[in-house]
């Protein structure tokens, strides 16, 4: 079952904070952070794992709720290059390594 | 090092044609996904491989489409007898491992418009 995003879509003024949530009604094991320009591929931002352990960028951060099986991606003092489409994906433990992915969050930032 | 690799970035057929996209991934990646996604849409998943196998193919929209690799590397996506709704841009990404903590390196994509 996908993932569920919030919000949809945001407008932020450069230097403003964000956040964006990703929730799943199935136990996880692990949740991945994307982001995809447009016209671009996605590109990796974050892996974080049930029991704690995170993998990503250092000036990403986010947070996950095993018990709530919901991550929440962390964008602060935003910057132009922050714009795009952020979506998460998770993995459970039916979903055979394969990788929900979320419908999306469309992030705007205007300078 | 070299990235993932798709060919072509794009690709116009007809209706009712074959057509045949092609994945180069990291080497040493022994993961290899391919993704479908529709304009401003999200990612669809369609298959995976773990070397050369494909243990999860539920994916695949129908059975005008399948997927080979070879090698333990280049990976073909075929579809038959393609249909106006195939249009979209086709993604494939690789990664060390299908475990849990392995971020995925995604190609360029190639856009199929079927006319």
């Known amino acids: 079952q996908q993932p569920v995003q919030s919000p949809q879509a945001v407008i932020l003024r450069e230097g403003e904070d964000a956040v964006i949530n990703c929730s799943s009604s199935?136990?996880?094991?692990?949740v991945h952070w994307y982001r995809q320009k447009h016209g671009e591929a996605p590109v990796f931002l974050m892996i974080?794992?049930?029991g704690g352990e995170q993998k990503g960028h250092e000036k990403i951060s986010a947070s996950f709720n095993e018990k709530k099986q919901q991550s929440s991606l962390y964008l602060t003092a935003s910057q132009l290059s922050y714009s795009g489409t952020y979506f998460c994906?998770?993995?459970?433990?039916?979903?055979?390594?394969?990788?929900?992915w979320g419908a999306g969050t469309k992030l705007i930032i205007k300078p | 090092g070299a990235g993932v690799s798709q060919s072509p970035s794009n690709k116009v057929t007809e209706k009712g044609k074959d057509v045949e996209l092609r994945c180069d991934p990291i080497?040493?990646?022994?993961?290899l996904y391919w993704y479908r996604q529709s304009l401003g849409q999200g990612l669809e998943f369609l298959i995976y491989?773990?070397?050369?196998?494909?243990?999860?193919k539920s994916g695949l929209p129908s059975d005008r489409f399948s997927a080979e690799r070879t090698g333990g590397s280049v990976s073909t996506l075929t579809i038959q007898r393609t249909q106006q709704e195939d249009s979209a841009v086709y993604l494939c990404?690789?990664?060390?491992?299908?475990?849990?903590?392995?971020?995925?390196?995604f190609g360029p994509g190639t856009r199929l418009t079927v006319t």
């Open positions: 990404a690789s990664s060390l491992s299908p475990g849990l903590g392995y971020e995925q390196y």
């Open positions: 994906g998770t993995v459970s433990q039916d979903s055979n390594y394969q990788l929900i």
């Open positions: 491989f773990q070397g050369n196998s494909a243990p999860d």
């Open positions: 080497s040493g990646h022994t993961a």
């Open positions: 974080l794992l049930k």
């Open positions: 199935k136990a996880l094991y692990s």
